[in-house]
């Protein structure tokens, strides 16, 4: 058996005389496994590296005191940044001579609050609004990851494709080495949204003003057919139409028809993207 084929390794033509031969060569061959056990090391090393890191992370965090250079490797800022914060009152501090300076750990923590809590003060002076720590403030782990071959039998699609469709998501990501992890979850929300079956616009449109009518319409929320005439430029009649086979919301006030405003306005945006109007 003669099958042409193309070595991976230096992209050649070849002859090969079984189907499995991926390499014209034994030099080729090994150069493509030398390099690929070589990246496998710098992997394993990049790995080793990063859970050394958290073993000394997970260390510093069971110590009662930490020293400013400590905080300020975990801060990710200068020595001087963190004795202005103790010198402007933000962060306590104990000195124990000119050259020690401790920080107390529940002292560090309720600093990390401080900076990621945010209080906002509505219009009534009582009321106040506290935004707790959302998921991207949390520290992305290994075990909260997808790696890319998991992900290309998950989603059934090729490298390229899953990088763009994570990016346009904002799915978040870890990076050991050359190796990129995906977060778990943002993964599976849209491998979920992939799943959902492809309902035509005009059918997603009555969904959507089928639910919107569920609710409760006022006057002051609805257009009149004639402000809807001026708007699209369009007869009265044909509107109703157009409107009917949508489902738009409307109540009767009087011999008047009033239209939501919410799905007038979505509709008016839709016929301007497409250049109906």
């Known amino acids: 058996m003669q ?21 014209c060569c034994i030099g080729c061959n090994r150069k493509f496994y030398k390099a690929t056990a070589r990246s496998a ?15 000394i992370q997970s260390e510093r965090n069971d110590k009662e005191y930490l020293k400013v250079k400590e905080v300020a490797e975990m801060f990710g800022i200068s020595s001087r940044a963190v004795y202005n914060l103790i010198k402007n009152g933000k962060l306590p501090a104990t000195n124990l001579s000119s050259r020690a300076t401790r920080i107390f750990r529940k002292d560090l923590d309720a600093f990390f609050v401080a900076q990621k809590i945010i209080i906002t003060v509505n219009t009534s002076p009582k009321e106040v609004v506290i935004n707790k720590l959302s998921e991207l403030d ?5 075990n909260d990851c997808y790696s890319m071959p998991e992900l290309i039998i998950l989603f059934g699609k090729n490298r390229t494709a899953l990088y763009t469709a994570f990016a346009r998501a904002g799915v978040r990501k870890l990076k050991i080495g050359k190796e990129v992890l995906f977060e778990k979850n943002g993964a599976v929300k849209l491998l979920k949204k992939y799943n959902e079956p492809n309902v035509p616009g005009l059918e997603k449109e009555k969904i959507k003003n089928q639910k919107l009518a569920e609710q409760e319409l006022k006057a002051s929320q609805c257009y009149s057919i004639d402000e809807c005439v001026k708007m699209f430029g369009k007869d009265r009649s044909l509107l109703y139409g157009i409107f009917n086979r949508r489902l738009i919301p409307k109540i009767r006030d009087g011999h008047n028809v009033l239209l939501s405003k919410k799905a007038i306005d979505s509709l008016l945006k839709t016929f301007k993207k497409e250049g109906m109007i």
């Open 138 to 142: 949390v520290e992305l782990q290994v």
């Open 41 to 55: 090391k710098i992997l394993s090393a990049d790995i080793s590296t990063v859970l050394k890191r958290k073993s």
């Open 3 to 23: 099958i042409v084929k193309v070595c991976e390794e230096c992209g050649a033509d070849f002859i090969a005389r079984k189907t499995v031969t991926r390499f």
